[in-house]
């Protein structure tokens, strides 16, 4: 069974933190992934990374950087929280081979 | 126009009901397809993938029509546990690049 874990369920920071979201995954992925959940928005990409120390931008990477310093862990960091960063945030891998996607519990951050 | 739309719902089916679920996409190129469940406050799931061929799975049903564009999903004998959101994602092989819907939402009533 494959198991993503995130380093925690519920986030709460304040406007202009440095804010860690970490990911990991114990299936020997290539492809990790963070998107953020947003209702009535669905998933929006905001970086993946296909190998180590390889990312690439999504489709909302503005206030966001990442870090894959190695295969099974994937980094996304919030540089100044702002209050429009609060969201769900959920971390996929993928084989590369079958294209499905295994996602974490996900991460419900609040910036007040 | 979206490029993967989805009725949000909700339906409201009794349980043992057949229920179906629409998904259009508008990338002519995508490649490979996907349902996904979602509890909420929970992460998505994959339910199915989606082949030219179809699938099925015990109660699921997933087809994909490449000339209309549309994948479905029909479940029979709707469960009380089968409420949840379901996502349609559809990728373009090679690109690493989900496309997710945003859901429909599903309610099975007692």
């Known amino acids: 069974d494959v198991k993503v874990t995130q380093s925690s369920r519920y986030l709460v920071k304040r406007t202009g933190e440095k804010v860690f979201l970490e990911c990991v995954q114990d299936?020997?992925?290539?492809?990790m992934f963070w998107y953020r959940q947003d209702p009535g928005l669905g998933l929006r990409l905001i970086y993946f990374?296909?190998?180590?120390?390889?990312?690439e931008k999504g489709d909302i990477p503005e206030g966001y950087s990442v870090s894959r310093e190695k295969k099974e862990r994937f980094s996304l960091i919030l540089e100044s929280a702002s209050t429009n960063q609060t969201s769900m945030y959920l971390c996929?891998?993928?084989?590369?081979?079958?294209?499905?996607?295994?996602f974490g519990p996900g991460t419900r951050l609040t910036v007040t | 126009r979206k490029e993967v739309e989805q009725d949000p719902g909700p339906f409201n089916v009794p349980e043992g009901a057949t229920v179906a679920f629409n998904c259009t996409y508008s990338?002519?190129?995508?490649?490979?397809f996907f349902w996904y469940r979602q509890d909420c406050r929970k992460e998505p799931k994959l339910l199915m993938s989606v082949y030219s061929s179809g699938n099925e799975d015990g109660r699921f049903t997933a087809q994909l029509n490449r000339a209309s564009q549309y994948i479905s999903l029909l479940i029979r004998d709707s469960k009380l546990s089968d409420s949840a959101t379901y996502l349609c994602v559809e990728s373009t092989s090679g690109t690493y690049k989900y496309i997710f819907g945003t859901g429909t939402r599903l309610k099975v009533l007692a």
């Open positions: 299936m020997d992925h290539e492809n």
């Open positions: 996929a891998s993928t084989t590369g081979v079958s294209y499905e996607q295994y």
């Open positions: 990374s296909y190998d180590v120390k390889m990312k």
């Open positions: 990338n002519s190129a995508s490649q490979s």
